[in-house]
Nanobody, 123 residues
Framework: QVQLVESGGNLVQTGGSLRLSCAAS????????MGWFRQAPEKEREFVAA????????YYADSVKGRFTISRDNAKNTVYLQMNSLKPEDTAAYYC????????????????WGQGTQVTVSS
């Protein structure tokens, strides 16, 4: 069993930066790929970024490539999402996900989810 708690969401102006954190509990964290997804009102949850268990492999949605960076610290059981050059279209609830054996981009490939943290980018 893995429990995930996200933090770091906030209101920020266009062009600003935020760093989201996801603290995980459970013995399987260090062997699990991790992902970040987001969901805007009345839209489906969409993939943002993913990282392999070792941190060597990462993958990004085209919409955030070059602006967002995913990383992890297995000693702290924490995964991060550094978000730079934020745009109003990045406004959404951001969710951390775990439980995939490999870098995955689909919601159903993850078994565990956090409660989400809200990011709002004002224009």
């Amino acid at each position: 069993q893995v429990q995930l708690v996200e933090s770091g969401g906030n209101l920020v102006q266009t062009g600003g930066s935020l760093r989201l954190s996801c603290a995980a509990s459970g013995r399987t964290f260090s062997s699990s790929a991790m992902g970040w997804f987001r969901q805007a009102p009345e839209k489906e949850r969409e993939f943002v970024a993913a990282i392999s268990w070792s941190g060597v492999s990462t993958y990004y949605a085209d919409s955030v490539k070059g602006r967002f960076t995913i990383s992890r610290d297995n000693a702290k059981n924490t995964v991060y999402l550094q978000m730079n050059s934020l745009k109003p279209e990045d406004t959404a609830a951001y969710y951390c996900a775990a439980g995939s054996k490999w870098v995955a981009i689909r919601v159903y490939e993850y078994n565990y989810w956090g409660q989400g943290t809200q990011v709002t980018v004002s224009s």
